[in-house]
């Protein structure tokens, strides 16, 4: 079994910056890929960026060029550095990973979420 947890994420201003962590523990033989996703209320979980295992990265339209992804190989965790937050940033941000058990079944887990909100 494979836990996903997040944290950080709160309350911030308009252009301002925050920042997401999310450790993947349990039994992990490989992670091939960790990303951040988000929903909104009334809208469908949308990939926010994703990083796999040779650390290509990739970012939706609506992130590039403000909010960067990273990886700790060692640690199975990933970050999310949000900068030029926008109110349309706010919602539940949840991890996900997904790779492979030391019995080499696939698996990909999903974290509670946590809450984004850019408001003043």
């Known amino acids: 079994q494979v836990h996903v947890t997040e944290s950080g994420g709160g309350l911030v201003q308009p252009g301002g910056s925050l920042s997401l962590s999310c450790e993947a523990s349990?039994?992990?033989?490989?992670?091939?890929?960790l990303g951040w996703y988000r929903q909104a209320p009334g809208k469908q979980r949308e990939l926010v960026a994703s990083?796999?295992?040779?650390?290509?990265?990739n970012y939706a339209d609506s992130v590039k060029g403000r909010f960067t992804i990273s990886r700790d190989y060692a640690e199975n965790r990933v970050y999310l550095q949000m900068s030029s937050l926008k109110p349309e940033d706010t919602a539940v941000y949840y991890c996900?990973?997904?790779?492979?058990?030391?019995?080499?079944?696939?698996?990909?887990?999903w974290g509670q979420g946590t809450q984004v909100t850019v408001s003043q």
């Open positions: 990083i796999n295992s040779g650390g290509a990265t």
């Open positions: 996900n990973a997904g790779g492979y058990s030391p019995g080499f079944e696939r698996f990909d887990s």
């Open positions: 349990g039994s992990i033989f490989r992670l091939i890929v």
